[in-house]
């Protein structure tokens, strides 16, 4: 049977889609005898097997991208083996096309995203696999997250490894909420404030502190009080409301926001970082 002739323009397309290298989309298209649909399947699982290959490999670097619409902030990670890839454009872009779908269909979980479709044959799971044959590393769909509030910003910072979302309580102006965002990614708080700190964390530092307390060779009557005392400091440290305000450490960033605002406040807040 006569080989399929290829031509190049079916070539440039096939990549156009997927992504994958010249000789790649020819050698699938030439395997596909022309048939455009069959090689994408090709591409499709020449991606699986590659994926399945370097399934144990460490994807610690990756792409964080921050983004709102609506009323709602979307965190979108998208995780490779090496910054190289990282800082590719289509990579990013990858991502972002990934967190417009899940706007797009007003999604919050990362399961139902990485279900949905990408396009009219494969899914945002089958997308990322397929890259992984593409790109020649390991791809990992690892973080969606998502708030809403009365006004929500995204701070993506310089070289998008660290990403904060804020939700406020009211309508302020961009430069209110970019300083509290980037609070959050400076400050990495714990939670917003001390009564939203979860049990496990209060135990947490309780004990750290009795432990070191005793090391010290503190009176032992004497160690809870004192504990309570470090554990007070650690909430101002290390709630968003009560952490001290980066611009200006005299005042608390509850402070600089009823200094805004009478009544406003920070509602949620989501921080990731790539380390």
């Known amino acids: 049977m006569a080989t399929a002739q290829i031509s190049a323009a079916e070539v440039f397309k096939l990549r156009k889609q997927t992504g994958a290298g010249m000789m790649d989309c020819k050698k699938a298209l030439a395997e596909a005898d022309g048939d455009f649909d069959t090689a994408i399947d090709i591409l499709r699982k020449q991606g699986q097997k590659?994926?399945?290959?370097?399934?144990?490999?460490?994807?610690?670097?990756?792409?964080?991208?921050?983004?709102?619409?609506?009323?709602?902030?979307?965190?979108?990670?998208?995780?490779?083996?090496?910054?190289?890839?990282?800082k590719n454009e289509s990579f990013s872009a990858l991502t972002q096309k990934f967190a417009q779908i899940g706007i797009d269909n007003n999604l919050t979980k990362l399961e139902d995203l990485l279900a949905?479709?990408?396009?009219?044959?494969?899914?945002?799971?089958?997308?990322?696999?397929?890259?992984?044959?593409?790109?020649?590393?390991?791809?990992?769909?690892?973080?969606?997250?998502?708030?809403?509030?009365?006004?929500?910003?995204?701070?993506?910072?310089?070289?998008?490894?660290?990403?904060?979302?804020?939700?406020?309580?009211?309508?302020?102006?961009?430069?209110?909420?970019?300083?509290?965002?980037?609070?959050?990614?400076?400050?990495?708080?714990?939670?917003?404030?001390?009564?939203?700190?979860?049990?496990?964390?209060?135990?947490?530092?309780?004990?750290?502190?009795?432990?070191?307390?005793?090391?010290?060779?503190?009176?032992?009557?004497?160690?809870?009080?004192?504990?309570?005392?470090?554990?007070?400091?650690f909430f101002k440290d290390n709630t968003l409301l009560n952490q001290d305000f980066i611009k200006d450490n005299k005042k608390s960033v509850q402070d600089y926001l009823t200094e805004q605002e009478k009544g406003l406040t920070v509602t949620a807040f989501k921080r990731f970082s790539m380390s």
Do not use: W
């Open 116 to 233: 949905a479709k990408f396009d009219d044959k494969i899914t945002v799971a089958d997308k990322v696999i397929e890259q992984t044959g593409v790109i020649g590393e390991k791809l990992e769909l690892s973080t969606y997250q998502v708030i809403e509030g009365e006004m929500v910003y995204a701070y993506n910072h310089p070289g998008n490894q660290i990403v904060a979302l804020v939700a406020l309580n009211k309508e302020v102006s961009e430069e209110v909420a970019k300083n509290v965002a980037m609070q959050i990614a400076a400050m990495n708080p714990v939670s917003l404030s001390k009564e939203d700190c979860s049990s496990e964390i209060i135990e947490k530092e309780l004990e750290i502190a009795k432990d070191l307390l005793r090391q010290e060779g503190k009176p032992e009557e004497m160690i809870d009080k004192i504990a309570v005392g470090k554990l007070n400091k």
């Open 50 to 86: 590659l994926a399945n290959k370097r399934a144990d490999r460490d994807a610690s670097e990756g792409y964080a991208y921050g983004i709102t619409s609506n009323g709602k902030g979307y965190i979108t990670v998208l995780n490779c083996e090496t910054d190289f890839v990282s």
